[in-house]
């Protein structure tokens, strides 16, 4: 007895995939990515910024010092662990191998381009702002009186801050706006606007001259994807304006 002949079946349909899914889930997770960043890092420095405003007591340089080291360890872990998981590597973060004399070179070549943009924009930017409230600087006054331990904790608090901003404005927020906005350009700018945005408290003047260190380092990551340099000129910048800025 023959075998019954089956009946020629139609053929089957199968879903088309979704050549674009990957992508979108991609781009999807990394805009997470950066509102979970400025929800951690930017988030709450720019709602102190707008809303508090320095007392006219001055702090003491130990609480400011003890403040901005457990401020940025907050900021930097996370940061850092959110780099990691992306499977990217460390490299399109500007984590690259370490240049002792180029990199310290670089660090204070980019410290003086710093320093002459802000001395331009804050030179244009008084003619259109008010100056700093003098309140932020009777406030800074006693901190950047220190000497001795009180100095060098000092300076390693403005070190680890320096760390933790290049590590948010620079490696994370550059890559990551670039590769969502495609521009290098918009990066930058949007990068440097978050950078500004949460010193508003030294007033509008400040924010502007501050605004325009961002462009440099800014630019100059894009160029070069190398954080090392960034974190020396921001420390060496920042240690220099406590001398000059607030210190009377």
């Known amino acids: 007895m023959s075998d019954p002949v089956e009946a020629p079946q139609e053929d089957q349909q199968y879903p088309q995939p979704d050549l674009f899914a990957w992508t979108r889930n991609l781009r999807r997770r990394e805009a997470l990515e950066v509102y979970a960043v400025i929800l951690l890092a930017v988030l709450p420095d720019l709602v102190n910024a ?52 180029l990199d310290l070179a670089e660090g204070v070549l980019l410290t003086v381009g710093a320093m002459v943009a802000s001395s331009v924009a804050r030179s244009a930017a008084g003619y259109i702002f008010p100056k700093a409230d003098p309140g932020v600087h009777r406030y800074f006054n006693g901190v950047f009186k220190t000497s001795g331990a009180g100095l060098l904790l000092l300076a390693l608090a403005i070190a680890a801050n320096s760390v933790a901003e290049e590590l948010v404005t620079r490696s994370f ?30 007033g509008s003047a400040a924010a502007l001259t501050i605004l325009f260190v961002g462009l440099v380092f800014g630019f100059y990551f894009v160029a070069n994807r190398r954080i090392a340099p ?15 800025y607030f210190r009377h």
């Open 230 to 244: 960034l974190i020396i000129a921001h420390t060496l910048y920042n240690l220099i304006a406590s001398q000059t």
């Open 50 to 101: 707008m809303f508090s405003h320095p007392g006219t007591a001055p702090v003491s340089s130990a609480a400011l010092s003890v403040s901005l080291l457990m401020r940025s360890t907050q900021v930097s872990i996370p940061v850092l662990y959110i780099i990691y998981r992306s499977g990217e590597g460390w490299a399109p973060f500007g984590f690259l191998r370490f240049r002792p004399f």
């Open 173 to 202: 927020m550059i890559h990551r706006l670039e590769k969502l906005s495609k521009s290098k350009a918009w990066a930058v700018w949007g990068s440097s606007l978050l950078f500004a945005s949460y010193h508003v408290y030294e």
